[in-house]
């Protein structure tokens, strides 16, 4: 493989990593840190320690949400190499895109009529 | 290995990171003096000429800030997740082109990084990728307004992944290519040539997705000031805080000259002209941003949820099929 | 040569940061170090030159399902004292290992013994998507129609678990 290609994406990498990580020596530029216990408290609007840890169970629906994503992301997906090919696979090439839309397409259909979107 | 290569790459990233960090800068004092205009105040007035120093004050008071861990964060992710926020906004710099090649000193330069052929799709997975810096932020931080804002902003990124996903398809179903140069040659021909104007809707989607990857305002729930404090960045203080903030305003930058290149046609034909005419596409792009903060509300989570999966989504999927059936016939 | 070496730090990366997957005790760090298993491998099929493969390990493992596990942990609200006390850990681990060790030996040596076939797809510098494309929508048709009823199967599979059950409430 051409070195000309993954070089600049290896340098881009390690760079845009460790300068950031280099950020982290601020610490020694200003005031040390005092390390009290009341200015470690967690922010609460001033309130101090209302909650132990701030875990806390969330509605299922992010959950769902996330699922439907992971699903339509693998169907753009696929999508993208044959958008670059349109113009090679002619009328076929769309009527096999528009099979696939349309089963996905349906897919969405029953995700509405099954309310799993409903935020309410 | 190739020496000559790799100074040229060293010296392109050095240039794009001193750029945009500094362009971050000024972008927050464009945005206090924008706003402050529309709001018939005057802004930052006291550093400097018209508040101009203001970005060097806020440097130095970021730089040496005392180093704060609260207590119940897991230290090493809370430490890294503003990393990953900075390093991802400037990874998807990569395949982008700032400008059209020039030649200085007899030497052709090409002003980006690597022109990789999946480039769009390289931008959007380093876009993908950054959301775990928020992520992982907020679940870091062991304080209930970091955690709500960590679910939405997840719940917000990955619904407006799929919009910008299924917008930019019907643009490169004409074009025919995934690199960001050839999108901008297609469009060579002038201003009757531009995407936005064969692909109006494409070109509103992403706008609009374009809000919600970059937590601007109308989709500004992960960070909602006034319920939320601020989101996923509560905890964080200092330089760390910052470089949520540089990671924030440089992902700004870059998908603005993303939209300029993919719909209004980027540098043209690659005169010096075409140069000024992209920066001053970018500028419009982060002007707008600015201006739609200053009057717009933010939506709800739950209508922002309603407006991805049932308006824009399947508008983005009617016009990929009607783009199918135009090219075609 | 910069081809091997970035192999070989890549490959390092990746078992060193499943490693700690599999042994870190908090489910957030395990999240992290499976955040880099996944870039890292994502960066091996950049540098084969599957530009494909490459976005589609970002976006859909890196930045899809990844988020759906952190999603999993943040429900699961899994605190300190809820965690299994795992005294033998280090030794479970090196017991494991050694036990699928001579497995792995027959693996490797079954395929190296194996004919090489050049499956490599013609491919224009850095890999070609176009060329995926072509044979996916002219060779494997009906594969690729299939994987539209797998995706509509996990859909409905998804939305009818996670629904809310009504006689319950």
Sequence with gaps: ?????????????????????????????????????????????????????????????YYLVAIIFVLFDVEILFMFPWALNLRELGLFGLIEMFVFMGLL?????????KGALKWT | MDTALLVETVIKIVVILLVFSALAGFGTYFERKVLAFMQRRLGPMNVGPYGLLQIA?????????????PAGVVPLIFKIAPVI?????FMAAAAIPFLPSFTIFGYEVHPIVADINIGILYVM??????????????????????LISTARAVAVFISYEVVSGLAILAPLMMVGSLSLLDINDYQAGGITHWIAFSQPVAFILFWIAAFAETGRTPFHLIANDHELIDGFGTEYSGMRWGLFFIGEYANMFFISFVMAIMFLGGYGDGSVAGAFALLGKVAFFFFFFLWT?????????????WLTWKVLMPLAVINVVITGFVLMF | MLNEVLFYILSALILVSALVLISARRPIDAALSFIVTLVSIAALFA?????????????IYAGAILALILFIIMFLNIQDKNLPDEPHKKRDITFSTLAVLPFTVVLIS??????????????DLFGGIKDIGSVIFNDYLLVFELISILLLVSLIGAVSLAKEDKDVK
């Design chain 2, 293 to 305: 903060r200053a009057a717009w509300p933010d939506v709800r989570p739950d209508q922002l949820m």
């Design chain 2, 57 to 69: 004050a806020d440097g130095i008071k970021l730089f040496t800030k005392e180093d704060i861990i």
């Design chain 3, 110 to 123: 079954l395929i190296n013994k194996s004919p090489l076939v050049d499956q490599a797809l013609p491919y």
């Design chain 2, 125 to 146: 997975g380093m876009m993908a990728v950054g959301l775990y810096g928020p992520l992982l932020g907020g679940l870091a931080s062991n304080n209930k307004y970091s």
């Design chain 1, 1 to 61: 493989m051409n070195e000309q290609f993954y070089l600049p994406l290896v340098v881009i990498t390690i760079t845009t990593i460790a300068i950031p990580f280099l950020f982290h020596l601020s610490k020694y530029l200003g005031e040390k840190s005092m390390n009290t216990n009341n200015q470690n408290e967690v922010y609460e609007s001033g309130i101090q320690n209302t909650h132990k840890d701030s875990f806390e169970r969330f509605n299922v629906k």
């Design chain 3, 47 to 59: 540098l084969q030159g599957s530009s494909f493969l490459f976005a589609t390990q970002i976006i």
């Design chain 2, 85 to 89: 926020t900075a390093a991802t906004a």
């Design chain 1, 105 to 113: 397409g349906a897919g969405l259909i029953y995700i509405y009529k």
